[in-house]
């Protein structure tokens, strides 16, 4: 699997990363054994990505060519404002994936905080994501939702979309070598969150795959160490 990683200019190693496509809160969010940094580590390790090729492989896609790699990528969203910013969007073949990557991190506000006092504007961003996805406006179950959950999955539909594929993997990739005793309540209520949307969406605890419109949209979420 060929890789082509890229923000301004060519990315091949962690520190290039952290040069060109550092996270949102840069350095104060670029540390040993948290999301961000942890994957840059994964992503420029050629043995390391090698577990990422798997998972390509037994989904079917097709890695042959070169697949584009856009860390801290904007995916513009219904209405006005920010958009969906994957931890990194790949492009390949036949195929789009957009990586949220995690230590102990959460998955942000639920859906209901996230409607506390919103805009108009933001009312009808998920409002419409929500029936895109949901099939109809937030109820009182999807209101327990997380946010980044909804944005995540539809933001790697709108690449799938955007880009001519046909299969769109929303991959929540967790680095279980930062999960001390003390985050990892925090590790499993990400999961138990995880979990609780793929249920709403009538997926199994570990995700799978539901089409919409020509697109294959899987959702699944892997455990990796970096010192395996």
């Given at each position: 699997?060929?890789?082509?990683?890229?923000?301004?200019?060519?990315?091949?190693?962690?520190?290039?990363?952290?040069?060109?496509?550092?996270?949102?809160?840069?350095?104060?969010?670029?540390?040993?054994?948290?999301?961000?940094?942890?994957?840059?580590?994964?992503?420029?390790?050629?043995?390391?990505?090698?577990?990422?090729?798997?998972?390509?492989?037994?989904?079917?896609?097709?890695?042959?060519?070169?697949?584009?790699?856009?860390?801290?990528?904007?995916?513009?969203?219904?209405?006005?404002?920010?958009?969906?910013?994957?931890?990194?969007?790949?492009?390949?073949?036949?195929?789009?994936?957009?990586?949220?990557?995690?230590?102990?991190?959460?998955?942000?506000?639920?859906?209901?905080?996230?409607?506390?006092?919103?805009?108009?504007?933001?009312?009808?961003?998920?409002?419409?994501?929500?029936?895109?996805?949901?099939?109809?406006?937030?109820?009182?179950?999807?209101?327990?939702?997380?946010?980044?959950?909804?944005?995540?999955?539809?933001?790697?539909?709108?690449?799938?979309?955007?880009?001519?594929?046909?299969?769109?993997?929303?991959?929540?990739?967790?680095?279980?070598?930062?999960?001390?005793?003390?985050?990892?309540?925090?590790?499993?209520?990400?999961?138990?969150?995880?979990?609780?949307f793929c249920k709403y969406l009538g997926?199994?605890?570990?995700?799978?795959?539901?089409?919409?419109?020509?697109?294959?949209?899987?959702?699944?979420?892997?455990?990796?160490?970096?010192?395996?």
């Open positions: 699997m060929k890789l082509e990683i890229s923000k301004t200019n060519i990315i091949t190693t962690v520190d290039q990363w952290l040069q060109f496509a550092p996270p949102m809160g840069k350095e104060k969010h670029w540390k040993d054994d948290r999301s961000a940094k942890s994957l840059a580590q994964f992503m420029t390790d050629k043995t390391q990505v090698k577990k990422l090729e798997n998972v390509l492989k037994k989904l079917g896609y097709d890695i042959r060519g070169v697949i584009s790699c856009t860390p801290e990528a904007n995916t513009v969203l219904p209405g006005t404002g920010n958009g969906r910013n994957h931890d990194l969007l790949m492009i390949g073949k036949d195929f789009v994936v957009g990586i949220e990557a995690k230590v102990s991190e959460s998955f942000g506000k639920m859906i209901s905080k996230e409607l506390e006092g919103a805009s108009d504007n933001k009312q009808y961003r998920i409002d419409t994501l929500a029936k895109e996805l949901f099939g109809c406006e937030v109820n009182a179950d999807s209101k327990n939702l997380k946010y980044q959950l909804l944005t995540g999955v539809m933001g790697t539909f709108f690449e799938a979309i955007k880009n001519a594929k046909t299969k769109a993997l929303f991959l929540i990739i967790v680095f279980t070598d930062g999960i001390t005793p003390e985050n990892k309540p925090a590790a499993e209520a990400n999961n138990n969150d995880y979990e609780d997926l199994g605890n570990d995700g799978g795959t539901i089409k919409k419109l020509n697109v294959d949209i899987t959702i699944k979420k892997i455990d990796i160490s970096l010192k395996q």
